[in-house]
């Protein structure tokens, strides 16, 4: 009994783990699965998922709007559409796109005109691409 309850434990555990980012992974490695004329820039998908959550974090500890909330939409569009997502001209999720790049870009502004530092930001601007 001890063994089932230690394992669904365990499992639950790790769903809560990589729940966070695993949509965010799928999605990327989709993107890094174009060749490189078909895609803006190779990514570390592990690495760029955690700091999208981390700049979220850092952005809502400053008193900033939340991005998750146009990340997930952005996500859900190329989700939505992973087989448009080697096509350099597909439009289908610029808005989403629009939406996560504004949102950070308020947050980095925000740090610049601060004066401060934010590892994901340079003179007011997301290094953060979205895929």
């Known amino acids: 009994m001890r063994v089932v309850v230690w ?30 004329s078909e895609r803006a ?22 008193g900033q709007q939340s991005c998750d909330a ?3 939409k952005h996500l859900d569009c190329w989700e939505s559409n992973s087989k448009s997502i080697c096509d350099a001209e597909f439009a289908g999720c610029a808005e989403a796109q629009t939406e996560f790049v504004d949102c950070m ?15 994901n930001c340079l003179k ?6 979205p895929f």
């Open 7 to 36: 394992t669904a434990g365990l499992l639950a555990v790790m769903g809560l783990v990589t729940g966070c980012s695993s949509k965010c992974e799928a999605v990327c490695g989709e993107a890094n699965a174009c060749t490189v």
């Open 105 to 119: 870009t308020a947050y980095c502004a925000a740090v610049f005109e601060a004066g401060k530092f934010d590892p």
């Open 70 to 72: 146009s990340f997930q």
């Open 124 to 129: 007011g601007e997301p290094l953060l691409a």
């Open 41 to 62: 820039v190779d990514v570390d998908c592990p690495e760029y998922c955690a700091d999208v959550e981390k700049f979220n974090e850092r952005a809502v500890a400053a």
